[in-house]
């Protein structure tokens, strides 16, 4: 049977009406969060190799969620890569360089909070590159996930979405909450302008790098519970995706070590070799 054709999302796509309760939220994330660990543990082990790759509109929820990501993980194998403009450095050079040099070694995740999209997102809408150059990007971007994948790198790719109008809300909250204000600058009202110049440049880039191999995945983010749930789900579904989750199977060596000074009963030696009879 021949497979599924990918479609590309879209922001229409995403249905902003869906909300999740606290107690569904609560319990729903403390399952996520656990199966979350088991796969860092996993990976550890196997030296397998984990991106997550966090795009969306400003006060969309992004934060909050890598922060239930964190708290899951630990941060020997863990790190989150925040994106910014980058400096004279790398503006003379490759403007990948700077993502290549953060990608994860053998056994572990990388998370990066805006990533290499910004080529074909700000770079673009604000005329930070010339049009040839971004126009390019599509194609740079595909080879370079492309080789990510042929790596063994696990690529998982988040959009998050919501209406302006909860997005000035948020701007609004984040005004009165001290320990939020220093989120808030002046572009991010200054780009509300430009949102129909993005929506355009947000539904060409699924368009054109949403693949089968590297497919976007659209989060409704109106209701922050619901969009860091859909989050991790589809965190969980693609990294954890033929990863054995049980526990690592010991030598005979420590085994026979273990033995010496423990007095372990018979299933748990059957446990650790890997046996279940």
Known sequence: MASKKHRPPRLADADLRLKLDEAGYQKKLA??????????????????????????????????????????LDPRSFKVWPIGAPRNYYLQRHFLLRFMERL????????????????????????????????????????FERALRDDGIRLVKLFFHLSPQEQLRRFEERLHDPLKRWKLSYEDF??????????????????????????????????????????????VEVLGKGVSLDPPVLSEEVITAALAHFDLQPELVRSLKGRTE
Not at 45 to 63: H, N, R, S, T, Y
Not at 197 to 207: H, K, P, Q, S
Not at 209 to 218: D, E, G, I, Q, V
């Open 31 to 72: 399952k996520l969060q656990a199966k979350l660990a088991r796969i860092q543990q996993a990976y550890l082990g196997a030296g397998l190799k984990g991106v997550i790759v966090f795009e969306g509109w400003d006060a969309a929820g992004k934060g909050g969620t890598i922060r239930r990501l964190s708290a899951a």
């Open 104 to 143: 994860p070694p053998s056994g572990a995740i990388s998370a990066f909070d805006r990533s290499w999209y910004g080529r074909v997102l700000v770079e673009r809408v604000e005329a930070l590159t010339p049009a040839k150059r971004w126009q390019a990007g599509y194609r740079e971007i595909n080879d």
């Open 190 to 235: 200054r780009n509300r302008a430009k949102w129909d110049d993005y929506v355009l440049a947000i539904d060409e880039m699924f368009e054109r790098t949403s693949t089968a191999l590297a497919p976007w995945t659209l989060i409704p983010a109106e209701d922050k519970r619901y969009a860091r749930i859909a989050a991790l789900e589809r965190i």
